[in-house]
């Protein structure tokens, strides 16, 4: 029986190289998955198996990277359909600052802007999203208030980002994303850098978050992506080894 699950992500025969000639890496082989709507997804595997690579083959930032070399496909739903990243015959490619901005990320060390808890989101609401300023005030509020950061920063908007803890700084990071709208969140080892109980919180954090936005989460640890995701993408070495 076909599966009559919609389709969030669709990957076939992604490889992406970095380098040339003998100095060539492939660092994701001939990756062939599907992601459906309403569940989080994990990608876990060894150090060097290609995880980080695969997931920001889906907002394109591997072409940050100079000598990055992508092919095959890759189509997302970002609100009107499947619609190729890559690849794909027939559709031009949203622009790349709209798919950044749709398909947001968060990374393992949080990398809040050297301004303000405030100013960390509503400059890229002005910048990126083009927001009023009749409403980035409130859509600040309403970021902050999403990853329970609120109540702890309300009295203190203008302290540099830097001067908070790790774990506020993470949520923070996640705020700056939530805010922008995303169509699918991207997290690359999210708690990686944290403590016991910070990781513990944005654990807490992204299963509620879980069910108003498709999350894509990779992991160092199969028992977090367990305790994360509904279904699991094992890599190694590049290769897709099994979806669990």
């Not at 695969?54 to 739903?77: A, I, K, W, Y």
């Not at 990320?105 to 050297?114: A, E, G, K, N, S």
């Not at 708690?191 to 989460?217: F, H, K, N, Q």
């Amino acid at each position: 029986m076909a599966d009559e699950r919609e389709v969030l992500v669709e990957v076939k025969n992604l490889e992406v190289t970095y380098g040339s000639g003998r100095k060539a890496y492939k660092a994701v082989k001939n990756a062939n998955f599907t992601i459906y709507k309403g569940e989080t997804f994990g990608l876990v595997g060894e150090s060097g198996s290609g995880k980080t690579t695969l997931l920001r083959s889906l907002n394109r930032l591997n072409e940050t990277f100079p000598g990055c070399r992508t092919t095959g496909r890759v189509e997302l739903d970002l609100g009107r359909g499947l619609e190729p990243v890559y690849g794909g015959s027939g559709v031009r490619p949203r622009p790349l600052n709209e798919i950044r901005r749709l398909v947001g990320m968060v990374f393992q060390t949080p990398d809040v802007l050297p301004v303000s808890v405030a100013r960390n989101i509503a400059l890229p609401l002005k910048v990126v999203a083009g927001a009023p300023a009749t409403e980035i005030e409130e859509r600040v509020r309403r970021a902050l208030t999403d990853v329970g950061l609120w109540e702890e920063v309300a009295d203190r908007l203008d302290l540099p980002a830097e001067r908070l803890s790790g774990g506020q700084q993470q949520r923070l990071c996640l705020a700056r994303a939530l805010a922008l709208e995303p169509a699918v969140l991207l997290l690359d080892e999210p708690t990686a850098s944290l403590d016991v109980r910070a990781a513990a919180d944005i654990e807490e954090l992204l299963l509620r978050l879980a069910g108003r936005y498709p999350l894509i989460v990779v992991s160092h640890s199969p028992e977090q992506a367990v305790r994360l995701a509904a279904r699991i993408v094992v890599l190694s070495r590049g290769r897709v080894r099994r979806v669990l």
